[in-house]
Nanobody, 114 residues
Framework: QVQLVESGGGLVQPGGSLRLSCAAS????????MAWFRQSPGKERELVAR???????QYADSVKGRFTISRDNAKKMVYLQMNSLKFEDTAVYYC????????WGQGTQVTVSS
């Protein structure tokens, strides 16, 4: 069983930055593929960024060049550095882990507003 706890969300002005963190349990964290998804009201949950156990990354086109996903296997943490935030980045952001099953955190709200 894997538990995921997100933190770091909040209110930020357009052009600002936030860093989301996800703390994971589980003895084989280093083998998980980790990801961040987001969901806005009335929209489907979408992939923001993914990082494999070996460090390979994938990003949604809408965040390429602005967001960076990283992981620290020793600390069982995954991060999402979000720069140059836009109004349309407003959403609940969810941490996701995949091994033989799929796990979700409870989500953290990110609001981009002036």
């Amino acid at each position: 069983q894997v538990q995921l706890v997100e933190s770091g969300g909040g209110l930020v002005q357009p052009g600002g930055s936030l860093r989301l963190s996800c703390a994971a349990s589980g003895s084989i964290f280093s083998l998980y593929t980790m990801a961040w998804f987001r969901q806005s009201p009335g929209k489907e949950r979408e992939l923001v960024a993914r990082i494999t156990h070996s460090g390979g990354t994938q990003y949604a086109d809408s965040v390429k060049g602005r967001f960076t996903i990283s992981r620290d296997n020793a600390k069982k943490m995954v991060y999402l550095q979000m720069n140059s935030l836009k109004f349309e980045d407003t959403a609940v952001y969810y941490c996701n882990a995949v091994d033989s099953s799929t796990y979700w955190g409870q989500g953290t709200q990110v609001t981009v507003s002036s």
